[in-house]
């Protein structure tokens, strides 16, 4: 893989039963198990390729609660919360640092936006601030170029994908959590329409209660289940640059260009584009995502070709004693959008001239599971009693993954949930709710 995950041994044995089967190895479900482990239960996580082999490691590594949806805030402030004892939690090293995130503004009308998110920062205690000006290149260190102003939040933190996730996929094993990889789950085992266990590509597990965590592949599996979950997966680009001494500490984004120092003193860096290809699932849910394309129809660009017909193929129908989708492709590993790439370097040179002559490490693609309103699905699923599912969080899964593996295993294990999980039930795209993303945040 382009990006480095730190390695999780897996167990051997797949274990006949288990309390809860969390299928999928990225930080929700690796959190969801390490929270399940806590609660004293024995959770079983089975993940087809390897433990944070596709978005959870590919992503820039934020910790935010800046900009958050409202409706996402407490979850992610509980999620920071986390963050921040994650180390000790873990007894490991995750990268997690408070260094701050700032947003720049390069004009008014982007400062009016960042301006009225801020009563929402006010209401939940966040320390979001705007800078105006000169401010913002005395917070950015290095900088070259001039800003109209930013939205800065000191509070906010980054961590190490590559680091993070395997530190907390450890941590569940040593609490008696069963990690399983290389084991793609096939399908459920239902018993008068409820969970009696689930068929991976070794046999059977047996249980009562399911996590789907699977990122841009839960929909697939819903499907499977005659359920059907608005989820579309969109290519985002990323480089890696040599180490850097005079670059700035506080994450940053602004029109063409994010960056986050790493621990190694590099910087993972992105144009903050993405491509959505055409896709049959496109065609599907098209309805459902119009509201979004068009509040973000700037950022996102499109691409019809091989795709549609590699798609199509991978997603018919399997039998739970066939060889399923999830064995087909152990790990999603797109190339990233050369011009892409291009465009965030040049622009990072641009702003930050520490950057020109220093190399390029590393570039990768990774995709990313959203959904029509861009806040996530934690919820049970009322038509199979017995299921969880805790997907599409629209790229803004890494920082809020703790909070969100605290929610689903609350969920999971019939406890009170640490926030309420109303905004993000599965019945919001059916029950009328017309589920919109909040424009302007």
């Not at 921040?84 to 990268?95: C, P, Q, S």
């Not at 959590?177 to 597990?205: H, K, N």
Request: aromatic fraction near 8%; charge should be positive.
């Amino acid at each position: 893989m382009p990006v480095d995950v730190d390695a999780v041994v897996p167990d051997v044995a797949q274990p006949p039963r288990a309390d809860v089967v969390v299928i999928g190895g990225g930080i929700i479900g690796v959190a969801t198990a390490l929270f399940l482990a806590e609660q004293g239960l024995k959770p079983v996580l089975c993940e087809k390729g390897v433990i944070a082999g596709e978005q959870s490691s590919r992503n820039w590594g934020w910790c935010r609660t800046m900009g958050r949806d409202p409706r996402e805030l407490p979850l992610m402030l509980e999620s920071l919360r986390l963050w921040r004892g994650m180390n000790e939690r873990v007894a490991a090293e995750t990268g997690f640092r408070q260094r701050g995130t700032l947003y720049i503004c390069p004009d008014e009308k982007a400062f009016a936006k960042r301006e009225a998110w801020l009563p929402f920062a006010r209401e939940h205690g966040v320390n979001s601030r705007l800078l105006r000006g000169a401010a913002v290149k005395q917070t950015l260190e290095g900088a070259a170029q001039d800003w109209y102003g930013a939205l800065h939040t000191p509070g906010d933190g980054v961590a190490e994908p590559g680091m993070a996730v395997p530190a907390m996929a450890r941590a569940a094993q040593r609490l008696g959590a069963s990690i399983l990889t290389q084991c793609a789950v096939r399908g459920l085992d239902l018993a008068a329409g409820r969970v009696a266990g689930v068929v991976t590509e070794r046999g059977r597990i047996g249980c009562d209660r399911v996590v789907v965590a699977g990122g841009v592949w839960s929909s697939l599996f819903c499907r499977s289940l005659g359920l059907r979950l608005p989820q579309l997966k969109v290519l985002a680009s990323v480089l890696r640059t040599e180490r850097v001494d005079d670059g700035p500490s506080t994450a940053a984004w602004g029109p063409g260009l994010a960056l986050r120092k790493r621990l190694d003193g590099g910087y993972t860096v992105s144009n903050g584009q993405v491509v959505a290809e055409v896709v049959p699932d496109s065609v599907r849910f098209l309805g459902d995502f119009l509201p979004v394309l068009r509040a973000e129809w700037s950022g996102i660009s499109f691409d019809l070709g091989r795709a549609f017909f590699d798609e199509h193929r991978l997603t018919r129908p399997w039998r739970l004693d066939a060889v399923s989708p999830f064995e087909r492709i152990r790990t999603l590993d797109p190339s990233p959008v050369q011009a892409d790439i291009r465009r965030a370097r040049a622009n990072l040179e641009r702003a930050f001239p520490a950057f020109r002559g220093i190399g390029t490490a590393a570039t990768w693609g990774g995709m990313i599971d959203a959904t029509p309103d861009l806040l996530p699905v934690i919820s049970e699923v009322a038509a199979v009693p017995g299921l969880i599912v805790s997907t599409g969080y629209s790229g803004h899964g890494f920082g809020i993954g703790p909070g969100a593996g605290r929610l689903t295993a609350d969920l999971a294990a019939g406890r009170p949930p640490v926030v309420d999980p109303a905004p993000f039930r599965f019945s919001r795209f059916t029950d009328g709710s017309r589920p919109r993303p909040l424009s302007g945040l």
